[in-house]
């Protein structure tokens, strides 16, 4: 069984500073998923990470996959009130038809 | 374009009654995965339907079932209800083996 776990699990920051957020397994993933989700809502797939090293920016958000592909890490850049939300990193999917899910990381941007 | 879309959007129930929940796929999907989420975790799969069939379950009991209709809508059951099924349900589609795509689930709570 996969595990995914995160960290930190609870991050309050003021509107301006930049962040950090992890996501570790023992296990080798095929790919690695973030999402976000917000109160109320299902989660939204904010990227898809496949190549050891791989580096994706989206707007202030920077993901780097592992060289060995077990871990993968989320970089804001001068977050904002908008990034609040439950920050989740899920792998599988695809030909693997569930995705598991690490418990997330909980940020809150203070203005 | 509508999203997937759930029903009801809350529910309270009391311990030993059943629950069904519904699930309307995005257009043009025909994969739909249901996954619960406990306050404060990461979702957890339950299972998945295609061509009206479960292709894959999770580590979850008997007493939860579903449906995949014609129209690939589905529905998720539980029997017996426990407190513990306190949690938000959320319901996702797929078109074969691309990005999955989350309704903004129902919250069930049990008294």
């Known amino acids: 069984t996969q595990l995914l776990e995160q960290s930190p699990q609870f991050l309050s920051i003021q509107e301006g500073e930049n962040l950090t957020v992890y996501c570790n397994s023992s296990s080798v993933f095929s790919s690695l998923q973030w999402y976000r989700q917000e109160p109320g809502e299902g989660p939204v797939l904010l990227v898809t990470v496949v190549t050891g090293g791989e580096v994706k920016k989206l707007k202030r958000l920077t993901f780097q996959f592992g060289d060995a592909r077990k871990d993968s890490s989320l970089h804001i850049t001068a977050a904002q009130p908008g990034d609040t939300g439950l920050y989740l990193c899920a792998a599988g999917g695809g030909s693997n038809y569930k995705l598991t899910f690490g418990k997330g990381t909980l940020l809150t941007v203070n203005p | ?111």
């Open chain 2, 1 to 111: 374009d509508a999203g997937v879309t759930q029903s009801p959007t809350h529910l309270i129930k009391t311990r030993g009654q059943q629950v069904t929940l519904r699930c309307s796929p995005k257009s043009g999907h025909d994969t739909v995965s249901w996954y619960q989420q406990a306050l404060g975790q990461g979702p957890q799969f339950i299972f998945q339907y295609y061509e009206e069939e479960e292709r894959q379950r999770g580590n979850f009991p008997d007493r939860f079932s579903g449906h995949q209709f014609p129209n690939y809508s589905s529905e998720l059951n539980v029997n017996a209800l426990l407190l513990g099924d306190s949690a938000l349900y959320l319901c996702a589609s797929k078109l074969r083996y691309n990005e999955q795509f989350f309704g903004p689930g129902t919250r069930l709570t049990v008294l």
